[in-house]
C-alpha cells in the first residue's frame, strides 16, 4: 500500500500562484539514452550508464526543490522485448544504482519504492530493491519512486482483476465500483496524481506511463535527451509548469475568480 500524502485544500481545483510554482508529483519518462550514444559513435549501453548519473542528479534536484514524489520510468514492460545484452546491462545498472544510492537515500530521508511488475525482476536486483523499500520505509522525505516493468494498461488490469475477485466473493457490490475503487487498486494508490510529467529525448507520447493517474497533469516535451539532461533544464519545465493555467474542467475566468479569492 502507498503511502498517503495529505490532499492540499485545493486539490482537485484551481491552485494558487504559490502552490503552483513548483509541483507535488513529477513523472518523468527518461527517454534518448541509446540514441544520443549512438549519434556518439558508442553503445547504446553507454548511454544507459550516462543516464543512470542523470538519475542521481534530478533526484537530488527534485528533493531540492521540494517535490514530494519523484516517479522515474526506469524500465517498462515492453523493454523486456529488447536485445537481451541491453536488458541484462539495464539490470546490473538498477542493481549498482541501488547500492551505490542507498547512503545518500538514507542520509536525505527519502523514500524508495518500487511500483510495476516487479516480481519479474532478476533476484539479484529484486533482492537489495526490496531491502532499501524496507529500510527506507519510516522515512518522511521525498518519495522516488521507480517504475520497473512497468506499464500503465497492465496496472489498469491488475485493479480491475482485484476489483472483479472482490466481487466473485461477494465483498463489492459491482454498483460501488467507481473511480476510487479502480484508483485504490493502483500502485501510487494513496499519491497525489503527478502535476507535471516531463519526457526527455524529442519524443511527444506517453508510453505507456501513469496514464489513468496523468489524466489532468502537464505533459512537458523536451529533445534534451535523458544522459544531458540537468537541473537547469529541470528548473526549465518547472518554469513552464508554473506558467500553465491548471483548470480541471472548469473555464479560465472561474479559475481566476478562484485565485483572487484565494488571495484574499
Same mark, same amino acid.
Given at each position: #500500500?502507498? *503511502?498517503? =500524502?495529505? $490532499? /492540499?485544500?485545493?486539490?482537485?481545483?484551481?491552485?494558487? @500562484? %504559490?502552490?503552483?510554482?513548483? +509541483?507535488?508529483?513529477?513523472?518523468?519518462?527518461?527517454?534518448?539514452?541509446?540514441?544520443?550514444?549512438?549519434?556518439?559513435?558508442?553503445?547504446?549501453?553507454?548511454?544507459?550508464?550516462?543516464?543512470?548519473?542523470?538519475?542521481?542528479?534530478?533526484?537530488?534536484?527534485?528533493?531540492?526543490?521540494?517535490?514530494?514524489?519523484?516517479?522515474?520510468?526506469?524500465?517498462?514492460?515492453?523493454?523486456?522485448?529488447?536485445?537481451?545484452?541491453?536488458?541484462?546491462?539495464?539490470?546490473?545498472?538498477?542493481?549498482?544504482?541501488?547500492?551505490?544510492?542507498?547512503?545518500?537515500? #538514507?542520509? *536525505?530521508? =527519502?523514500? $524508495? /519504492?518500487?511500483?510495476?511488475?516487479?516480481?519479474?525482476? @532478476? %533476484?539479484?536486483?529484486?533482492? +537489495?530493491?526490496?531491502?532499501?523499500?524496507?529500510?527506507?520505509?519510516?522515512?518522511?522525505?521525498?518519495?522516488?519512486?521507480?517504475?520497473?516493468?512497468?506499464?500503465?494498461?497492465?496496472?489498469?488490469?491488475?485493479?480491475?482483476?482485484?476489483?472483479?475477485?472482490?466481487?466473485?466473493?461477494?465483498?463489492?457490490?459491482?454498483?460501488?465500483?467507481?473511480?476510487?475503487?479502480?484508483?485504490?487498486?493502483?500502485?501510487?494508490?494513496?499519491?497525489?496524481?503527478?502535476?507535471?510529467?516531463?519526457?526527455?529525448?524529442?519524443?511527444?507520447?506517453?508510453?505507456?506511463?501513469?496514464?489513468?493517474?496523468?489524466?489532468?497533469?502537464?505533459?512537458?516535451?523536451?529533445?534534451?535527451?535523458? @544522459?544531458?539532461?540537468?537541473?537547469?533544464?529541470?528548473?526549465?519545465?518547472?518554469?513552464?509548469?508554473?506558467?500553465?493555467?491548471?483548470?480541471?474542467?472548469?473555464?479560465?475566468?472561474?479559475?481566476?475568480?478562484?485565485?483572487?479569492?484565494?488571495?484574499?
Amino acid at each position: #500500500m502507498a *503511502t498517503p =500524502i495529505p $490532499l /492540499r485544500p485545493t486539490e482537485g481545483a484551481a491552485e494558487s @500562484p %504559490a502552490e503552483a510554482r513548483i +509541483p507535488r508529483h513529477v513523472g518523468v519518462i527518461m527517454d534518448g539514452n541509446g540514441r544520443w550514444a549512438e549519434r556518439r559513435g558508442e553503445p547504446r549501453t553507454a548511454g544507459h550508464k550516462e543516464g543512470a548519473t542523470a538519475v542521481t542528479r534530478t533526484v537530488r534536484a527534485c528533493r531540492e526543490r521540494g517535490v514530494e514524489v519523484l516517479t522515474l520510468y526506469a524500465f517498462s514492460a515492453q523493454n523486456w522485448a529488447r536485445p537481451q545484452p541491453e536488458v541484462a546491462a539495464l539490470m546490473q545498472l538498477l542493481y549498482d544504482y541501488v547500492l551505490g544510492e542507498r547512503d545518500e537515500i #538514507m542520509g *536525505t530521508g =527519502i523514500r $524508495l /519504492r518500487a511500483i510495476g511488475d516487479v516480481e519479474q525482476l @532478476p %533476484a539479484f536486483v529484486k533482492g +537489495p530493491l526490496r531491502a532499501l523499500e524496507a529500510e527506507s520505509r519510516g522515512n518522511g522525505g521525498m518519495i522516488l519512486a521507480l517504475a520497473l516493468s512497468y506499464g500503465a494498461r497492465e496496472e489498469l488490469v491488475r485493479s480491475a482483476r482485484r476489483l472483479a475477485e472482490r466481487v466473485a466473493r461477494g465483498e463489492l457490490d459491482p454498483a460501488d465500483i467507481d473511480e476510487a475503487a479502480l484508483g485504490g487498486g493502483l500502485d501510487t494508490a494513496g499519491w497525489p496524481d503527478p502535476d507535471l510529467v516531463i519526457r526527455t529525448g524529442g519524443e511527444a507520447r506517453l508510453s505507456n506511463f501513469l496514464l489513468w493517474q496523468a489524466a489532468y497533469a502537464e505533459l512537458y516535451f523536451t529533445p534534451v535527451p535523458w @544522459p544531458e539532461f540537468t537541473p537547469h533544464d529541470l528548473d526549465a519545465a518547472f518554469a513552464w509548469y508554473a506558467d500553465r493555467q491548471r483548470r480541471f474542467g472548469l473555464t479560465g475566468r472561474q479559475v481566476e475568480a478562484r485565485m483572487e479569492r484565494a488571495s484574499c
